[in-house]
């Protein structure tokens, strides 16, 4: 169920996204270091969103690896602590006494 209202929102999202896109169509002359052009306004905003996405993922995906890497220990030191635990519990007890 929430999966089907996620792809129903990002429908709409898209939806809004592209008509906006279309309202925005005006030539807007771009300078930059070695030229300068004319290029839909809509075309800039869509690629300065996508940019922005792409840094995004990118920084992202560093603490990402980082909590990976650390779940992956945590699971291998979990498994070695119930090894130990079972094999504790396998002992026979002893009474001395």
């Known amino acids: 169920m929430r999966s089907l209202l996620m792809i129903i929102l990002m429908v709409?999202?898209?939806?809004?996204?592209?008509?906006f896109?279309?309202?925005?169509?005006?030539?807007?002359?771009?300078?930059?270091?070695i030229g300068e052009?004319?290029?839909?306004?809509?075309?800039i905003m869509l690629a300065s969103?996508?940019?922005?996405?792409?840094?995004?993922?990118?920084v992202?995906?560093?603490s990402l690896f980082k909590y990976?890497?650390?779940?992956?220990?945590f699971e291998r030191k979990l498994k070695q602590k119930k090894q130990e635990l079972e094999n504790l519990r396998?002992?026979?007890?002893?009474?001395d006494y």
Do not use: H, T, W
């Open 49 to 58: 969103l996508l940019l922005g996405v792409l840094l995004g993922l990118i």
């Open 68 to 73: 990976k890497f650390q779940a992956r220990q």
């Open 60 to 62: 992202m995906s560093s």
């Open 90 to 95: 396998s002992l026979p007890l002893r009474d």
């Open 12 to 19: 709409v999202v898209c939806a809004f996204s592209l008509l």
């Open 37 to 43: 052009s004319e290029i839909p306004l809509s075309f």
């Open 21 to 33: 896109f279309a309202q925005n169509n005006q030539a807007v002359l771009l300078s930059y270091f």
